[in-house]
């Protein structure tokens, strides 16, 4: 049997006193028989979430060693994950959201893995629970392994991976070398961290089994207010895509990279025409800091016509293109309403 590798788990915390109990509970029932190290970021919550934790911790009597770091002031979950992991010593760390849970074998599961060879990064399966129940993601193929770049691109196009970072284990040395790290103030930061293991040699491994459990639909919550706030959820993604811009060269094509801002600009445009939200600026903005040029990548025979007409509105100028658009989706209204009809 391989050595059993040290692993940080970390945990943001805010606002979560009525979950944070059961969260340090799961962590501290895990069955692993390697060193944990489990940091505790107070984000500087108005509730109780930091008192109770302490008083757990303080309690608890077992082999897990925690710590508990205070930020001076609210600095927001991006952050608060960055701490933990400049603080980690493991030589893999896990990053786990305080009002979710892991089961009892997660961290055997998801190290188990090594046995099939050297990953970045080893992604568990998840289900729900809370106010709405799902069941548990269906993985494409049991111990899949892909890169980094076969990944995003899995998620972008909706092919059961997922983009967020906990249920997963990261190589402390990978994320290190890389200069892994969270945007500041950034909402769906998840997007942007699984876009970047795409910028590098990544090898990735995912599995079937559940090993977290996601508390899904909490009142409070990011991803509650993204759900129920079309206005939150266009202008986090607007955020999103200017974060990936500035990871692409305009001097050296990526179909990734690429395929990434576009997907995302025509969600953007996508969600501000369902819900009556102004995106003008926004669409000219995109179309004018844009930096492939897809006539040039089309005349060096690295995509077809069909890519090629997909992509004029990044090729128009940006009134041009934008007129183009709206001209595009009144047309395919039109025949969605006549088939309705008919």
């Keep these: 049997m391989m050595n059993q590798p040290s692993i940080s788990i970390v945990?943001?915390?805010?606002?979560?006193?009525?979950?944070?109990?059961?969260?340090?509970?799961?962590?501290?029932?895990?069955?692993?028989?390697?060193?944990?190290?489990?940091?505790?970021?107070?984000?500087?919550?108005?509730?109780?979430?930091?008192e109770i934790a302490e008083k757990l911790i303080s309690e608890y009597d077992g082999p897990i060693a925690f710590r508990i770091l205070h930020h001076e002031k609210n600095m927001g979950l991006s952050c608060a994950r960055n701490t933990g992991v400049y603080a980690a010593i493991g030589d893999y760390?896990?990053?786990?959201?305080?009002?979710?849970?892991?089961?009892?074998?997660?961290?055997d599961v998801l190290v188990s893995q090594r046995e099939k060879g050297r990953f970045d990064v080893i992604v568990g399966n998840h289900d729900y629970f809370g106010n709405r129940t799902v069941g548990?993601?269906?993985?494409?193929?049991e111990g899949l392994k892909i890169s980094g770049e076969e990944y995003f691109l899995k998620f972008l196009f909706g092919r059961q991976v997922t983009c967020v970072v906990w249920n997963k284990l990261y190589s402390?040395?990978?994320?290190?070398?890389?200069?892994?790290?969270?945007?500041?103030?950034?909402?769906?930061?998840?997007?942007?961290?699984?876009?970047r293991l795409s910028c590098y040699p990544?090898?990735?491994?995912?599995?079937?089994?559940?090993t977290h459990h996601y508390r899904y639909y909490r009142e409070g919550s990011i991803d509650c207010e993204l759900i129920n706030n079309s206005g939150f959820l266009r202008d986090s993604l607007v955020k999103v895509w200017d974060c990936i811009r500035n990871y692409c060269e305009t001097e050296k094509y990526n179909e990734v990279h690429e395929m990434a801002?576009?997907?995302?600009g025509k969600k953007v445009y996508t969600i501000s025409?369902?819900?009556?939200?102004?995106?003008?600026?926004?669409?000219?903005?995109?179309?004018?800091?844009?930096?492939?040029?897809?006539?040039?990548?089309?005349?060096?025979?690295?995509?077809?016509?069909?890519?090629?007409?997909?992509?004029l509105i990044w090729m128009l100028p940006p009134l041009c293109a934008f007129r183009y658009?709206?001209?595009?989706?009144?047309?395919?209204?039109?025949?969605?309403?006549?088939?309705?009809?008919?």
């Design 11 to 50: 945990i943001p915390v805010y606002n979560v006193e009525p979950y944070i109990t059961e969260c340090l509970q799961s962590v501290m029932q895990q069955t692993y028989q390697g060193p944990i190290d489990c940091i505790v970021v107070d984000d500087c919550g108005t509730d109780k979430s930091v």
């Design 93 to 107: 760390i896990y990053f786990l959201d305080s009002d979710d849970v892991i089961t009892d074998d997660c961290l």
């Design 136 to 141: 548990a993601r269906v993985f494409p193929e």
């Design 172 to 195: 402390h040395e990978y994320l290190r070398k890389n200069n892994m790290l969270f945007e500041p103030g950034l909402i769906m930061e998840d997007y942007v961290f699984t876009f």
């Design 202 to 210: 990544t090898s990735i491994c995912v599995i079937n089994k559940v």
């Design 261 to 264: 801002l576009h997907c995302y």
């Design 273 to 311: 025409r369902m819900h009556g939200l102004l995106y003008k600026d926004v669409f000219v903005r995109f179309n004018k800091s844009y930096p492939y040029h897809p006539l040039l990548i089309w005349l060096s025979g690295k995509q077809g016509y069909r890519w090629l007409i997909s992509r």
């Design 325 to 342: 658009y709206e001209l595009k989706q009144r047309i395919k209204a039109i025949i969605k309403c006549s088939k309705a009809i008919t």
